[in-house]
């Protein structure tokens, strides 16, 4: 409900004519295109929630999950770690099967339609592909790994399934870019030249040790441009999409890599990072409250308690307390925004940063002027026109 009532409110809040504000940044023509995409996109969304919501209704109404729960013990045996990567492992796959052609239908029909989409059925075959492999092994080993230390020390379980969880995580952001992105993406040295050397001598003024200056094929996939900082420590890496470089003047993409370095100075990620641990500490602790409970494991169709299906049952019950960190943390991410924004505009050209948000907005056609409630909940960065008045441009 609250979802649809979002949605109402931010389609209200689209003006049908270029508005006063958007003049400058849209025109015409493009505004219109940028009603149309909104328009199409919205009714997607509506479509593919309304069935996730009505199938999840379903298997819960009828019991699926106790009933696929004694199927599994029944013909493969109850054990708890092999019983539950069997249980997740069918699930997982047939729900992404089963939303398979949605997924297509948005990439290879609306992203197409809007000339955002460069993915090649063959890349997209892949892509499932290098993800179902990587999610077994990689959520298939941690599943496995916590649920052993479940049956080494019980209740307490949770403190030891915290460390393992902290340090992957710790792990992942520092070779994520390394390890895991080049799976789907090249990433190339950013070739000599003057707009290297002009981030050169930028770092060198700020003195920001660029170590890792990376250019990723994101033309592979999509029109759309991007930029993002990845790793800790002497891992870190800056990656800018080969669109982003393609889009904009020298001096835009220089200001918007300041901008990802903003990031770095004032301590975002490592902010996010310890956030994000403290947080999984909190939701570990409150799921192993719930382990063994008998009248969870019955509202799922089951009288026998098991791990996976007090996962499956905690993730029914914890979608209210997911949606305040999910709000909370958008908060954060916005303010990040602007003091990253901030920072760019004190080290580099703010204006050459207006024009590059200006440019990339219009490029993926951006709403401009969302409604404050829709923001609130769902925007991770603050709305162009935002950014915009804080930056002066």
């Known amino acids: 409900m609250l979802e649809r009532t979002l949605d109402w409110l931010n389609n209200k809040a689209i003006s049908p004519t270029l508005p006063p504000q958007a003049k400058g940044i849209y025109d015409e023509e493009h505004y219109a295109k940028m009603l149309k995409y909104e328009k199409e996109t919205g009714r997607f969304g509506l479509l593919t929630s309304t069935i996730s919501f009505l199938v999840t209704f379903a298997l819960l109404y009828s019991g699926f999950f106790g009933w696929f729960d004694g199927f599994i013990r029944y013909t493969f045996g109850s054990h708890p770690i092999y019983s539950g990567l069997l249980f997740f492992g069918i699930l997982g796959l047939a729900s992404d099967l089963l939303t398979t052609p949605l997924s297509i239908y948005g990439t290879f029909v609306i992203e197409a339609k809007y000339g955002f989409n460069k993915t090649t059925p063959k890349t997209y075959v892949l892509d499932k592909i290098k993800g179902w492999v990587l999610g077994g092994l990689i959520g298939g080993l941690l599943y496995a790994a916590i649920v052993w230390l479940y049956l080494q020390f019980g209740e307490q379980f949770w403190i030891f399934a915290w ?213 609130f909940f769902y925007y991770s960065h603050p709305p162009l026109l935002e950014r915009l008045r804080e930056l002066g441009g």
Not at 185 to 212: H, V, W
Request: proline letters at 3%; glycine letters at 6%.
């Open 163 to 375: 460390a393992l969880i902290a340090g992957f995580s710790l792990i992942m952001n520092m070779f994520y870019a390394s390890w895991i992105l080049p799976l789907f993406n090249k990433l190339s040295p950013m070739e000599e030249g003057s707009l290297k050397d002009r981030i050169t001598q930028y770092c060198a003024k700020i003195n920001y040790p660029l170590t890792g200056l990376f250019v990723m094929d994101g033309s592979k996939r999509s029109t759309k441009a991007n930029a993002f900082f990845s790793g800790l420590g002497k891992k870190k890496k800056i990656v800018l999409f080969d669109t982003l470089i393609e889009k904009l003047k020298e001096d835009e993409v220089e200001a918007v890599l300041a901008h990802e370095v903003g990031h770095y100075k004032k301590k975002h990620i490592q902010t996010s990072t310890v956030i994000s641990i403290l947080s999984t500490g909190v939701t570990l602790y409150i799921f192993s409250l719930l382990l063994g409970n008998e009248m969870i494991s019955g509202a799922l169709g089951t009288n026998q308690p098991s791990f996976h299906i007090a996962m499956v049952a905690f993730g029914f019950l914890f979608s209210p307390i997911s949606l305040l960190t999910g709000l909370f943390g958008n908060i954060l991410s916005r303010k990040n925004e602007f003091e990253a924004d901030a920072y760019a505009k004190e080290t580099s050209d703010s204006k050459a940063l207006s024009e590059a948000l200006k440019t990339l907005a219009v490029d993926s056609l951006s709403n401009l002027t969302p409604h404050k409630a829709y923001v």
